[in-house]
């Protein structure tokens, strides 16, 4: 039995180290910029991770979402981290929220994830106050009214497709930590009913119905699906766990951070609430569309036309991938894709779709046609530097930027691109 799983755990390390697909380049030569911004055209999905602390989020996971996947992934933590402890010098309280801010959004750059608070400043309301025991408390001192309401604006905002607290709702967790899984939990209906902060709407959002909800539990048998995301990724030549925990390092504050091995690790999860028809199936994914492909499916047979169209737009985003490494055959097929979207967006606006599928093609394709201005961008070789005249500036002060613009790439670029 020794000799069978010895035999096991090597073959998983000799296909772990293989290259995931044609495009993987070998890591030394691996242009890990270029497939950053290519990797997303791949799929639709939008994911969003909510927690109450910086260093809450799920790093291996969230890696695996982001980098190995291409899936549009981000983090929700409700408070700047006030009331931790500081590993690194003597600053607390707001001081210390400013540190463990900017650590979180630089640990997400390495996961390939974007980090958002609910706390907008300095002593907003909802701040670490320290270890709570209840979610009553909490939603006390925090404000439930206000939390709640930027909970649902950042929802409609984003419009992620999943959605995925942190953390059980139980009575081992922090108050923090609860609290934001019960308010998660309640605005995966909240944030698609018109009754629920309609100010929001005159403001100019729409209501967003969130697709599925998942919470992570510690075991398969508790699990709706279970994920295996250790996988060794050639590009940035480590497994997702470690890409993980290259992102923890930089939570200094508090002491994160750890060497591990390359080796399996599985991430369960619950099904807790699904707005989609799965067709029984556990995957992720499962009901939710996970391209412009699956998208067309989605579409009435009236609309026959512009299903050909989405199916002929996701060849176009496949094409751009495939020209990976090669920079101006990236360039050249992200400036087609980018017609291509563009031409469809002006379609589906036309188009007679339900309100709610058209709100959902418009949002994709809007994701889409920002991906590949961010494409367009990394491949043509362009340079940007901005230098402001003071170093340092506040509120309300002015002062003169210049920027200076140097094309280092092969092509004529246009003026538009610039934009």
Known sequence: MKKALLSLLSLWLVLALLPLGG??????????????????LETTVTFLNSGAHPDDERSDFLAYLSRGLGVKTSSLIANRGEGGQNEIGDELDNALGIIRSREMIEAAKI????????????SDPIYDFGFSKTPEETLERWGEELTYERLIRFIRTYQPDILMPSFQNDDTQHGHHRTMTILSERAFKDAADPTVFPQQLKQGLSVWQVKKLYLPVSSA?????????????????????????????????QGMGSDIPAAPRQIHLDLKQSAVNTKSESDLFAGVPYNFTEWAEKLPRSASKLKGELKYLQRNLDAVIAAYPNEKRVFSTSQNALSKVRSITAKVKKAKLSPAIKNDLLHKLSLKEEQLQNVSYVSSGLEVQANAASK????????????????????????????
């Open 392 to 419: 340092i500036l506040t509120k309300g002060q002015r002062t003169n930027v210049t920027v200076t613009v140097k094309n280092n790439g092969k092509q004529t670029l246009k003026k538009s691109l610039l934009h």
């Open 221 to 253: 048998d508790q699990a709706t699906t279970s994920i295996e995301i250790g996988k060794f990724d050639p590009i940035y030549n480590m497994t997702y766990p470690q890409l993980g925990e290259q992102s923890r390092y930089l939570h200094k504050s």
């Open 111 to 122: 996961t390939g994830v974007k980090a958002y608070h609910l706390s907008e400043t300095t």
């Open 23 to 40: 495009n993987a380049a070998n890591p030394e030569e691996a242009n890990v910029e270029l497939w950053s911004a290519v990797k997303p």
